[in-house]
């Protein structure tokens, strides 16, 4: 640990120049060095890249070079530069200046040469027995080893226990090993590719996996480390791992955020590249969704993949996109290893004391190319040539100290060696990650055929729900169309009325929240609901105060949120997986605002929901409700895009569903909470179906055992034609049905379509023996919604029974913009659906 210098602060005056009026007071100079001293910091330990630029302000030349101005050029223009004058607070400003304008504090410089040395060990071992094989050298930045140790030592003495970050894939094989404290043998074993059998079809390359371990700091503080498991889209990590903190922080309580900290480990060139930075950056301190601060950490090459900085950034930094939030931005020179070690210090004391997040941009270089299979002087011959020679930092630093450094060196080269030499006997994979209690109870794999999981609830208990939903305090100012809203849901309740969709959905909350299951939503407009159909939250109409029936059901009842997201899909659903990752327990729901909007989010959906399972043997029960359905209102709010998630489906990886009927969609929520698998969930929600007469339920409904994969026909027997289909277009065919006086068609809706219920359809289909055809009926165009996916298992199903499909033709856009067009295809739908066509 660090012992600070103590802080002398003096205001004094420039000397007066022959007979003129005094020069600049220290304050003023120490201004435009605080302000614009980060543009002539000695940054690129190669001298290559960030020249000193002019400040932007004019100041006399002697005025730079006074005793005063090279006091304060020690402290903002060396290997350290500090971006804070953007920050509004005072309070934090001056908490910063006292801590940049002292003496750099004492470090235990023995104990980070070890560290030095194991990091560049480490990586020469790797050189010289893998040749050749992608890993992501930290060779050029190592002094990042030493930069954890001191965050996560300072953090711990002021009470942190848990860590859990995300990172690149730069270094990470290193972090593991030096850091999370993984065992060496551990991370040849993966080198040398054992037991292959075991993850065919699976698995992951081994610079994208997580670990977990303890840290323990030299003062013997405990902090567990968990390294989230990460795709080679490199950003997508950052809201999962600030969902995941947010879930620990929750089960810990208000002082959660100082016992569990998040950090995020970017490249320069992704940092500044990828919208997904941005958009994590801005849940910092939003409602729901702040973690009291994030450490933001460049491992920062000066080079992406072959793109040089001016390629990769549009400023000096590749931070500056970070200038748009009141934090503090430190850039530091890595090969000054004990101002990188200054620089962690400060970032945890400043996270600790403000709650804030703090962005570090560790510039060094990248010793190998790209992956160590790329020759990197083909794109920077100039750059490659000034590191060919380079020594190793552990030496420049031991040079530095005084130490001969070559006995330990050759002590942990030995070491790793013969950890090399144990991973060539070994025959199973390792695993590097302990999984927390809390999933103790869950399981995932391949689901049972019939998942018998109660769902229903008696028409009593209902009722008493219902009326908890519709009560109010005496002295809220209710929005009048609300309560006859509110009106007509207490008659559902006393069986006056049948149940809509909207209060179904609360009825299942509360019904969950009273059993202790705590519910999570969020996304844009899900307090009240884009349609205006949930109101889980009222709003006084004099106060705008909100208040919640779902908060105040008993005194015991479990947790409920609702918030209304920032705009965007990709990190608040990033982040609601991450929540569902770390809180099992709970149901984590995130809505798109249409269905068609969560392709925003599909780098989340393709690389975390669908395939954690199989790649990194991770759980999450996340659901995404997506309004789905097509009514006219053009391409961007029809389609939910139901093909890309079927054909992500494999392996009983999720659950696809669209429930048809108010009452299905409460068993369905019922069913994800109270199952003991934890799958996501993927559901096509109605937007006009959400009132349509025939998907509202009454309250016997409720009552039933299980949610039922497929509803079979109920009103026709011995059906000669049978339409399949799922959600809107069944009860549109229902109604066509009607005006025609059609006797002999049944309807059949598929409320399940993954895992696919071939059982249940099956017996739905036997209960008419004298079908002569099934028909699979859907309102999207023939290249999208469930065709491709549904064609080849209807058939199977079907046996010798002739099948034919009626969709919209195929179409590059999911949905026409016209009002007018949407009804002449629909009618054409039908009429080709009871065959006339």
């Known amino acids: 640990m660090a012992t600070k210098a103590p802080v002398e602060r003096k205001k004094t005056t420039t000397p007066q120049k022959?007979?003129?009026?005094?020069?600049?007071?220290?304050?003023?100079?120490?201004?435009?060095?605080?302000?614009?001293?980060?543009?002539?910091?000695?940054?690129?330990?190669?001298?290559?890249?960030?020249?000193?630029e002019p400040f932007p302000v004019d100041v006399p030349e002697d005025e730079l070079s006074s005793e005063i101005a090279q006091e304060a050029r020690s402290y903002y223009c060396g290997t350290i530069a500090a971006e804070f004058m953007h920050i509004p607070s005072p309070e934090r400003r001056q908490w910063l200046q006292d801590r940049i304008e002292r003496p750099a504090p004492k470090y235990d410089q023995k104990r980070i040469l070890s560290q030095l040395i194991r990091a560049d060990m480490f990586e020469q071992v790797i050189q010289a027995r893998y040749l050749g094989t992608k890993r992501f050298s930290l060779e050029g930045l190592c002094s990042f080893i030493p930069f954890l140790?001191?965050?996560?030592?300072?953090?711990s003495a002021q009470g942190v226990e848990t860590c859990v970050f995300g990172m690149a894939h730069r270094g990470r094989l290193n972090v593991m090993t030096n850091t999370v404290g993984r065992a060496a043998v551990e991370l040849f074993t993966k080198f040398e590719d054992v037991d292959p059998r075991s993850t065919l079809g699976g698995g992951d390359v081994k610079y994208h996996l997580g670990a977990t371990g303890a840290y323990t700091s030299p003062e013997g503080k405990k902090m567990a480390l968990h390294l989230a498991s990460n795709p080679s889209h490199l950003e997508v990590?950052?809201?999962?791992?600030?969902?995941?903190?947010?879930?620990?922080?929750?089960?810990?309580?208000?002082?959660?955020w100082k016992k569990v900290l998040p950090m995020v480990i970017h490249g320069d060139a992704a940092f500044a590249g990828q919208g997904m930075t941005a958009e994590t950056l801005n849940l910092a301190t939003?409602?729901?969704?702040?973690?009291?601060?994030?450490?933001?950490?460049?491992?920062?090459?000066?080079?992406?993949?072959?793109?040089?900085?001016?390629?990769?950034?549009?400023?000096?930094?590749?931070?500056?996109?970070?200038?748009?939030?009141?934090?503090?931005?430190?850039?530091?020179?890595?090969?000054?290893?004990?101002?990188?070690?200054r620089v962690a210090e400060i970032a945890a004391d400043y996270r600790a004391t403000f709650g804030s997040d703090v962005v570090v941009d560790l510039i060094g270089y990248r010793k190998h190319g790209h992956s160590e299979v790329d020759d990197p002087t083909v794109t920077q011959p100039r750059r490659y040539a000034l590191i060919k020679d380079r020594p190793a930092i552990y030496q420049a630093y031991a040079q530095k100290i005084g130490v001969d450094p070559a006995a330990e060196a050759k002590a942990v080269q030995e070491e790793l060696l013969n950890a090399q030499k144990q991973a060539t006997q070994a025959t199973e994979i390792p695993h590097m990650a302990d999984t927390p209690a809390y999933w103790d109870n869950y399981k995932g794999g391949y689901l049972p055929v019939n998942d018998d999981t109660v769902t229903g609830l008696p028409a009593e208990r209902i009722a008493e729900l219902v009326n908890k939903l519709t009560t109010y305090p005496a002295d809220f100012n209710i929005h009048p169309k609300v309560k006859a809203l509110l009106a007509q849901r207490k008659e559902m309740g006393e069986g006056k009325r049948p149940f809509d969709y909207g209060m179904a959905e609360l009825v299942a909350y509360a019904s969950l929240l009273e059993a202790g299951t705590p519910v999570r939503l969020s996304g844009q407009d899900s307090q009240r609901g884009t349609f205006n159909q949930r109101h889980s939250f009222y709003t006084d109409t004099e106060t705008e105060f909100r208040w919640s029936p779902l908060q105040h059901l008993s005194d015991k009842q479990a947790s409920f949120e609702a918030y209304n997201s920032m705009l965007s899909e990709a990190a608040v659903l990033g982040f609601e997986y991450g929540f569902a990752r770390d809180f099992p327990e709970a149901l984590v729901l995130w809505e798109a605002q249409f269905?068609?909007?969560?392709?925003?989010?599909q780098m989340v959906i393709d690389q975390f929901i669908s395939a954690a399972e199989t790649k990194w043997h991770l759980l999450s029960g996340v659901v995404l409700l997506l309004p789905h359905g097509y009514e006219g209102q053009g391409p961007e709010h029809s389609s939910a895009r139901m093909e890309r998630y079927l054909q992500l489906c494999a392996q009983d990886n999720m659950i696809v569903a669209q429930p048809s009927n108010a009452a299905q969609y409460?068993?369905?929520?019922?069913?994800?909470?109270?199952s003991p698998y934890r799958k996501p969930l993927v559901v096509f929600t109605p937007k006009s179906m959400l009132r349509h007469p025939d998907a509202i339920s009454p309250i016997a409904d409720f009552s039933h055992e299980h949610f039922q994969t497929v509803l079979p026909e109920g009103e026709i027997t011995n059906a000669k034609r049978l339409l399949i289909c799922s959600g809107k277009i069944g009860h549109n065919l229902r109604v066509e049905r009607a005006k025609r006086k059609d006797t002999e068609t049944g309807i059949i809706f598929i409320e399940q379509l993954f895992p696919w219920p071939e059982a249940a359809l099956q017996a739905a289909i036997a209960q008419h023996p004298n079908v002569e055809e099934l028909v699979w009926v859907q309102e999207e165009p023939a290249n999208m919604g469930p065709l491709t996916y549904i064609n080849p298992k209807l058939r199977y199903a079907a046996g010798d029974i002739p099948v034919r499909t009626v969709n919209r033709a195929a179409a590059a856009s999911p949905a026409t913009g016209s009002a007018k067009a949407h009804e002449i295809e629909e009618k054409l739908l039908m009429e080709i659906a009871f065959g006339r066509i």
Do not use: C
């Open 666 to 674: 409460f068993h369905l929520l019922r069913r994800q909470a109270l």
């Open 286 to 341: 939003i409602n729901g969704y702040n973690v009291g601060g994030t450490i933001q950490v460049l491992t920062n090459n000066l080079l992406g993949f072959t793109a040089m900085p001016q390629e990769s950034n549009s400023s000096r930094y590749s931070t500056d996109l970070a200038k748009r939030l009141p934090i503090p931005i430190f850039h530091v020179n890595a090969e000054d290893v004990d101002a990188v070690v």
């Open 18 to 52: 022959n007979g003129t009026a005094p020069g600049m007071t220290r304050d003023v100079v120490f201004d435009v060095f605080r302000r614009w001293g980060y543009l002539q910091a000695q940054l690129d330990p190669l001298g290559q890249h960030l020249p000193p």
């Open 237 to 256: 990590v950052n809201p999962v791992v600030i969902g995941r903190v947010r879930a620990k922080q929750t089960r810990i309580g208000a002082d959660g």
């Open 595 to 601: 269905g068609d909007f969560s392709n925003g989010a």
């Open 149 to 155: 140790d001191q965050l996560f030592a300072t953090s």
